[in-house]
């Protein structure tokens, strides 16, 4: 079973930054593709940004050039995704989950979810 637990999240102005956090386990980390999702009020979940077990990275169009997903490098038993947003705009306002996708390549369902932390960012 993989825990993931999200942290970071809070109130910004628009072209603000947040760095949102995930700690998961070290087999987690290096063996799954992760990803960053969000969901705002009465919107579908949109797939955010996925690292594969390549260190691949992708990003939906709306926050190319804006975000940056990276991980460290898993040395200690605990280790951390971590999404940097940058020029944040009012409508990445949302509900942001970290997940986990045991097959590594992105491909899959993510079948492994935080509870989410809340991103909320004021015009």
């Known amino acids: 079973q993989v825990q993931l637990r999200e942290s970071g999240g809070g109130s910004v102005q628009a072209g603000g930054s947040l760095r949102l956090s995930c700690a998961a386990s070290?087999?987690?980390?290096?063996?799954?593709?992760m990803g960053w999702f969000r969901q705002a009020p009465g919107e579908e979940r949109e797939k955010v940004a996925t690292i594969d077990i390549y260190g691949s990275t992708k990003y939906a169009e709306s926050v190319k050039g804006r975000f940056t997903i990276s991980k460290n490098d898993a040395d200690d038993a605990e280790a951390n995704l971590f999404l940097q947003m940058d020029r944040l705009k009012p409508e990445d306002t949302a509900v942001y989950y970290c997940?986990?996708?045991?097959?590594?390549?992105?491909?899959?369902?993510?079948?492994?979810w935080g509870q989410g932390t809340q991103v909320t960012v004021s015009s």
């Open positions: 997940a986990g996708e045991a097959f590594g390549l992105c491909d899959r369902d993510f079948a492994y």
């Open positions: 070290k087999y987690a980390l290096s063996d799954y593709c």
